[in-house]
């Protein structure tokens, strides 16, 4: 069955680095779409980056662009996203998520797997 799960989260001072991995299980990259989604406490779940199925082509959020950087291994199934220059703003849990077909928005909505998500916490 389709399983995805995060790793790679941590306690980070603000300038540094992390790479979030997202081990997957059950279905073939070459068919879901993979984002990554973050939620800060009382704040909603918003799209961070996403892979495109289709082509592999990549989306980031604005806030994050420049910054952080996905890609995808299809040889382990796992997509990574490499995150550089952290600022306390980018502290959340981390989720990793699988959309059947290549489209690949920032909408949770479009998202039918979910990993359990790590925690990112960064401090100024």
């Known amino acids: 069955e389709v399983q995805l799960v995060e790793s790679g989260g941590g306690l980070v001072q603000a300038g540094t680095s992390l790479r979030l991995s997202c081990a997957t299980s059950?279905?073939?990259?070459?068919?879901?779409?993979i984002g990554w989604f973050r939620q800060a406490p009382g704040k909603e779940r918003e799209g961070v980056s996403s892979?495109?199925?289709?082509?592999?082509?990549?989306y980031y959020a604005d806030s994050v662009k420049g910054r952080f950087t996905i890609s995808s291994d299809s040889a382990r199934n796992t997509v990574y996203l490499q995150m550089n220059n952290l600022k306390p703003e980018d502290t959340a849990v981390y989720y990793c998520?699988?959309?059947?077909?290549?489209?690949?928005?920032?909408?949770?909505?479009?998202?039918?797997?979910w990993g359990q998500g790590t925690q990112v916490t960064v401090s100024s």
């Open positions: 998520a699988a959309s059947y077909g290549w489209t690949a928005g920032f909408s949770v909505y479009e998202y039918e797997y």
């Open positions: 059950g279905f073939s990259l070459d068919n879901y779409a």
């Open positions: 892979i495109s199925s289709r082509d592999g082509g990549a």
